[in-house]
């Protein structure tokens, strides 16, 4: 295990937020992705999960009716968390789900919406609360979290392009320019109105951040989870598999325990190897 975090490569941050989306000739990235394929593994890491002890909460911490709110990934919706909502639940923590039922709308739509469920966790504990966001979902955690860092007590990402949001497989990217389509339609706006929220992501986070990811990850590149300002955890799985993922459940149940304090462990590494703009 190796220590530092390789800062994502200035020529991909931010390299579409000037425009909202990128050009028609970007269809994704074709080269050095782990075959889609591979996200088959997402059942195979559930069956994993629940015949672990971890499942049943050996080395889970009480809860303690810490508040958590989960976010649904990127045409997904709350029930994508629901095993992860029933185990928190089962050890004691306040859980919420934003009320997502496919989550394509506009960023600033969904965003409005998360802000509201987590103003209102926030106020009827009186306590911080941790963000838990899968893929886009960790995005709009991001930046919900920079508003009201009051209200966050740390912001925990799995497989989000914090880095990048665009680096992402082909069949994907086809999927955002369908939720834009659909978007144009509905609400009459070009790809504009992303602008004033990528520049909200890839600002400096206001809250603690962990990005938690993987390089075997066929939906999004592992290289666009990295950001220098966070603390980046790597473990091995599929994409889609992230929220049933036994290293994931394990550092989640450090980083709730101990928000203040490290995570690494056998179940997560820091990065290795060549930087985003070696690639």
């Given at each position: 295990m190796t220590t530092g975090t390789p800062p994502p490569s200035p020529s991909r941050r931010g390299r579409f937020g000037g425009r909202g989306l990128p050009p028609l000739r970007y269809t994704g990235r074709w080269h050095n992705q782990p075959p889609v394929w591979l996200e088959g593994r997402a059942a195979l890491e559930y069956l994993r999960l629940v015949r672990h002890p971890v499942f049943a909460g050996a080395?889970?911490?009480?809860?303690?009716?810490?508040?958590?709110?989960?976010?649904?990934?990127?045409?997904?919706?709350?029930?994508?968390?629901?095993?992860?909502?029933?185990?928190?639940?089962?050890?004691?923590?306040?859980?919420?789900?934003?009320?997502?039922?496919?989550?394509?709308?506009?960023?600033?739509?969904?965003?409005?919406?998360?802000t509201v469920r987590l103003l209102k966790l926030n106020g009827w504990l009186g306590r911080r609360v941790t963000i838990v966001g899968h893929s886009r979902g960790g995005l709009l955690a991001?930046?919900?979290a920079d508003r009201h860092p009051s209200a966050v007590e740390r912001v925990i990402t799995l497989g989000s392009p914090l880095g990048d949001p665009y680096d992402i497989h082909p069949i994907t990217m086809a999927g955002v320019r369908l939720a834009h389509a659909l978007n144009m339609l509905r609400y009459a706006h070009g790809a504009s109105v992303e602008q004033s929220f990528l520049r909200e992501l890839e600002a400096p986070p206001r809250v603690p951040l962990t990005s938690i990811y993987s390089r075997s990850d066929g939906i999004v590149h592992w290289q666009a989870c990295l950001r220098p300002e966070a603390e980046c955890l790597e473990v091995d799985g599929s994409h889609v598999g992230l929220g049933v993922n036994l290293q994931v459940y394990r550092l989640l149940a450090r980083l709730l325990a101990y928000p203040n304090g490290a995570a690494t462990e056998e179940g997560g590494s820091r990065p290795s190897g060549p930087t985003a703009a070696e690639n």
């Open positions: 080395g889970v911490q009480p809860g303690g009716g810490r508040p958590v709110l989960l976010i649904p990934g990127f045409m997904a919706g709350d029930s994508s968390l629901s095993v992860m909502r029933s185990w928190l639940l089962r050890f004691g923590y306040r859980v919420e789900l934003p009320g997502l039922v496919f989550n394509v709308r506009y960023s600033e739509l969904v965003a409005r919406k998360i991001k930046v919900v």
